[in-house]
């Protein structure tokens, strides 16, 4: 079992910064990757970023340059950092974490942190 805890949410204003926390716990080492998701009002969730256990990052092609994701294996913990963030970043964001079970994979969420970017 994984259990996924995000931190890190809030109120920002246009072109300011925050850095989203995912704690983990459980059967950690059998992740084989985590990630950032997203979902905003009205809208299905969608990729932001993820980090394999060696260390290998991928980006939603709109967020490259403004969104970093980092792991701290001695803390369990995932971040993503986001600058210059835009009212269009405004969602719900959750981490999730892949293992291997067999022949297939099992996908585990975090409850999400809400962030708003707004004047």
């Known amino acids: 079992q994984v259990q996924l805890v995000e931190s890190g949410g809030g109120l920002v204003q246009p072109g300011g910064s925050l850095r989203l926390s995912c704690l983990v716990s459980?059967?950690?080492?059998?992740?084989?990757?985590m990630g950032w998701y997203r979902q905003a009002p009205g809208k299905q969730r969608e990729f932001v970023a993820d980090i394999s256990s060696s260390y290998s990052t991928n980006y939603a092609d709109s967020l490259k340059g403004r969104f970093t994701i980092s792991r701290d294996n001695a803390k369990n913990t995932v971040y993503l950092q986001m600058n210059s963030l835009k009212p269009e970043d405004t969602a719900v964001y959750y981490c999730?974490?892949?293992?291997?079970?067999?022949?297939?994979?099992?996908?585990?969420w975090g409850q999400g942190t809400q962030v708003t970017v707004s004047s």
């Open positions: 999730k974490a892949v293992r291997p079970s067999g022949a297939t994979v099992i996908a585990t």
């Open positions: 459980g059967t950690i080492f059998s992740i084989t990757a």
